[in-house]
């Protein structure tokens, strides 16, 4: 830093009066102390955790466990290594289906074919729904008495299971959260290809180029910094994955999930620390996508 | 002659791609709003058709009776105003919070400026399971502390403070990118002419950032009524359910009754989709502040 930078920011800052400072001081604290008190504290408070045996009760009756807990996860749990399969699965899916799915989507619908503007808001209304709320309407689908049952040809009486049917739960699942994640994506990729120079696809157009080229070599560039957040928030949202899940079957431990498993660890048995030592293991597989996220929206700040 | 014959051939065969994909695409937007359609069906029928006459049959009756019994029977309305207090304070909060670091930082360069940016913008993307075990027992503690364990735990106001924790970040991000469009001059001369850090805040930045802060309340509304996680784990109490967790409870107690549990359901839809379509341009530009800097 240069001298007269220091200067100018020793003056700046000399500029302002004590009732000025207190104000800035006020403006950066309080909501400081907001995210230090009920995220940066309790993260670290977790992590610290995880390496502990705990009731949750009395502060004194917190003993060290050393790496118990993630030996314990690591070597005796199966669920753990189900879940950590059905995170997978969802990730798999989300990547190679759902995602390429939303920006071709994205990429029609920009083309303003007919009825562009009604199939956009179609493909939106899941993107502001509760996952809650899409457990219960798509329960309509498939529990007894529901449209699939009707389908092939069940009644209330003698439905047959699919949520229970492990041959095809893990397809159902995924093809429901898609449904919200196909739009979302759609709404992002589509805000971002409105950005884009319209310019750019007529001229690879008189070049001669095919779709497939266009979209390849002229957009697929073009939509850099929006490609990262898809491929973050794909990914963030695999490794999240919880309320649809619950909703469908409770706290059980049919369809493990991370997360699930988790909450389970606390609401269910609270004698050990090992709920903590699985949400440190979370927190290791987001930091990858985390800091991909930061180092591209603050890409244009450094 | 003969290029615009050949131009014409062109134009047909992508006219008739063009319809071809539009089809498809309208049949899997058909597709897609089914669910929908088919819950609200559901809502209109009375429960005791559908036993006795069969999934596919013809109505007998249809009418709004599901809905009536869902306000009566399930207390629609009382989830409603829960969810009601707490995301509306949360989103004011939120956004006062976030708009005064975003304030601080792109008004105001000092050397932490930037890191203070990074913790709030990494705060927002913290795994909620990685803090909910300590802010538990802090809410249960808290409470013992104050001779209330109601006093945050299965209370409004320590739902509204986690949402507030953990949406700040996004806020104070969106808003930091956008007041960096705003010109330096308007702050210099606000400055020049004497404006202490607090006039410069409320009565010059916080009228500019109007659009930002309409579509981050939009888009933040949306979240928080839409959040499952937090009312699961902070509220016990029925009767403090926000109409998420509420409906979780109802779709295992009115399992014998799912016409009625589909009313519930579309109700508990209802104000953000109805938001959404009203606001529309404001949580499109709320959601793409964010993840493509403007």
């Given at each position: 830093m240069n001298t007269t930078a220091v200067d100018k920011k020793v003056r700046s800052r000399r500029s302002l009066s004590r009732n000025d400072r207190f104000t800035l001081s006020a403006f950066v604290g309080f909501p400081t102390f907001v995210q230090l008190i009920f995220l940066w504290i309790p993260a670290l408070a977790t992590i610290l955790l995880s390496f502990t045996y705990w009731?949750?009760?009395?502060?004194?009756?917190i003993k060290w466990a050393g790496f118990a807990n993630y030996k314990n996860i690591f070597l005796n749990d199966t669920l753990f290594y189900e879940a950590l399969k059905n995170n997978l699965i969802w990730l798999l899916w989300f990547s190679f289906l759902a995602t390429p799915l939303g920006i071709l989507l994205a990429y029609q619908i920009d083309r303003k074919i007919k009825g562009h503007k009604i199939y956009e808001s179609i493909y939106y209304i899941p993107v502001v729904l509760s996952l809650a709320v899409i457990g219960i309407i798509w329960n309509f689908m498939?529990?007894?008495?529901g449209f699939i049952q009707g389908l092939m040809g069940r009644d209330i009486g003698n439905a047959v299971s699919i949520w229970g049917n492990y041959k095809i739960n893990t397809y159902v699942i995924m093809a429901v959260a898609s449904w919200r994640h196909i739009g979302y994506i759609m709404l992002l990729y589509l805000s971002g290809l409105k950005s884009v120079d319209p310019s750019l696809k007529e001229a690879s157009a008189i070049d001669g180029a095919t779709e497939w080229q266009t979209f390849r070599k002229v957009i697929l560039p073009a939509m850099k910094p929006v490609n990262i957040i898809i491929v973050v928030i794909t990914l963030i949202e695999s490794l999240r994955a919880f309320d649809l899940v619950f909703i469908i079957?409770?706290?059980?431990?049919?369809w493990p999930l991370l997360n699930i498993l988790v909450y389970q660890n606390f609401a269910g048995q609270g004698i050990s620390m090992k709920g903590a030592a699985l949400a440190v293991i979370l927190l290791v597989l987001c930091i990858g996508p985390i800091i991909g996220y930061l180092r591209t929206v603050f890409k244009e700040d450094s | 002659m003969s290029t615009i014959v050949q131009d014409q051939k062109y134009r047909n065969s992508q006219k008739r791609k063009d319809a071809f994909i539009s089809t498809f695409i309208g049949f899997f937007a058909f597709v897609w709003i089914f669910p929908i359609l088919w819950t609200i069906w559901t809502s209109l029928r009375p429960y005791s058709d559908v036993v006795s006459y069969?999934?596919?049959?013809?109505?007998?009756r249809l009418n709004f009776d599901n809905y009536f019994a869902a306000f009566k029977q399930m207390h629609i309305l009382g989830y409603f105003l829960n969810s009601l207090y707490v995301t509306i304070p949360a989103v004011i909060i939120t956004l006062f919070l976030g708009s005064l670091i975003a304030f601080i930082v792109s008004r105001y360069k000092f050397k932490f400026s930037l890191p203070l940016l990074l913790v709030f913008t990494a705060g927002n993307m913290l795994p909620a399971v990685l803090v909910y075990i300590p802010v538990f027992w802090m809410y249960i503690w808290v409470g013992d502390l104050v001779g209330?364990?109601?006093?945050?735990?299965?209370n409004y106001l320590g739902l509204i403070l986690i949402h507030v924790a953990f949406q700040t970040g996004f806020a104070t991000f969106v808003l930091s990118s956008y007041m960096?469009?705003?010109?330096?001059e308007i702050s210099e001369s606000a400055i020049v002419d004497g404006a202490s850090v607090f006039t410069h805040y409320w009565r010059v930045i916080l009228p500019l950032i109007r659009p930002p802060l309409a579509a981050l309340g939009v888009l933040m509304t949306t979240w928080i009524y839409n959040d499952f996680f937090w009312a699961l784990i902070l509220v016990s109490q029925d009767s403090k359910r926000p109409i998420t967790s509420g409906l979780r409870r109802l779709n295992g107690e009115f399992v014998t009754d799912f016409n009625l549990l589909a009313a519930g359901a579309i109700l508990a839809a209802a104000p953000t989709v109805i938001l959404f379509f009203v606001l529309r341009k404001q949580f499109i530009s709320g959601l793409t502040l964010g993840s493509t800097k403007g």
């Open positions: 009731n949750g009760i009395r502060i004194s009756d498939f529990q007894p008495g079957y409770g706290s059980s431990t049919s | 069969g999934v596919f049959s013809w109505p007998k209330n364990r109601n006093f945050l735990y299965n960096k469009t705003i010109p330096k």
